[in-house]
C-alpha cells in the first residue's frame, strides 16, 4: 500500500512539473538599428532604439556613443554591467551595417538617391519559458528580408532584400555574428533586466502605438507540438496511475479469496492433530 501511495504522489508531483513550466510570462526585447550613409549635419549616421514589449526605453547614437533613457525602465537598469556590455556591442553592430551596405544595397536603387538600411533584432521568452531571437532588415522602411536566428534560415519577402540574402548567407562571418548578438547577448541582456523590469512592466500601461516594423512571433508549429508533447505525457501518466490501482485492487481481490478459502482446505488437506494420535491400552 505504501509502494502504491508513494508512487503516485511521484506521478501527481511529476504532473505538477509538466504545467508549472508554462506559468512564466512572455516578454521580448528588441533593438531598431537606422543606418544613414549621408545624414545631415545634425544627424547620426547610426541611430538605435531599444523597446522591451513594444515600451521604449533607450535610444542611443552609434557615433557619439550617447544614450537617451526614453522611460524610467532606462534609468532603472543603467547601472548594471550587462548595460554596459550592451552600449559596446550595439556600436559594433552598427559598425557591421554601416560596412556592409554598399554590397546589400540594390542595384537598382543606387542611382535613384540614398538609401537608408533599417533593421531589427528582437529576442523574446514565450510563455512556456521557451526563448528565440530573429532579424529583419530592410530600406527606407520597407521590411525585405527575414532572419531566423533559432535555425539560420533567412527568408526574402520583398525582391530588395534578394541581393542582401545571397551576400549574408555565403558570408559564415555575418551569420553567424547576427546568431551571437541575438540568440547570445540579446537574451543574456533580456535574462538580467527582467530581474528589474518585471514588476515595473505588469504596472506600465500597454503600448498606444505599434512599431512600424513586422514584430516576430514564434512559429505556431512550437505551440502545437508543445500541447501534444503535454497532452501525451499527462495521458501516459493517467494510465500508469490506472494500471496501479487496477493492479492494487486484483491484489486485494486475490488475498481475499484466500483468506476465505483456508478454513474448508485445512480441513481437506490436514486431518484433525488429534487424530493422528493413538493410545495403547494397559494389558
Known sequence: ??????????????????????????????????????????????EVQGEVDQKVFLSYDCGTAKIKYMSPLGEEVKSMSAWEAQTVTLRDTGDLLQGQMPDVTPEKHTDKGPLTLQARMTCWR???GHTSASWEFGFNGQLCLLFDSENGHWTVVYP?????????????????????????DCRAWLQAFLVHW?????SLAPP????????????????????????????VIISIVALILCMKR???SQEVRQVRCWPEDSVSAWPPLFSCIHFRGKR
Open 1 to 46: 500500500m505504501g509502494d502504491s501511495k508513494s508512487s503516485l504522489g511521484f506521478l501527481v508531483l511529476l504532473v505538477i512539473v509538466l504545467f508549472s513550466g508554462t506559468s512564466s510570462d512572455p516578454h521580448s526585447l528588441s533593438y531598431n538599428f537606422t543606418i544613414d550613409p549621408w545624414p545631415r549635419d545634425d544627424q547620426p549616421w547610426c
Open 126 to 128: 514565450e510563455d512556456n
Open 160 to 184: 530588395g532584400g534578394r541581393q542582401m540574402k545571397e551576400k549574408w548567407e555565403n558570408d559564415r562571418a555575418v551569420t553567424d555574428f547576427f546568431r551571437t548578438v541575438s540568440m547570445g
Open 198 to 202: 518585471e514588476k515595473m512592466l505588469k
Open 208 to 235: 498606444t502605438t505599434v512599431p512600424t516594423a513586422v514584430q516576430p512571433t514564434a512559429p505556431a508549429n512550437n505551440h502545437i507540438t508543445e500541447i501534444i508533447v503535454v497532452v501525451l505525457a499527462v495521458f
Open 250 to 252: 486484483r491484489r486485494c
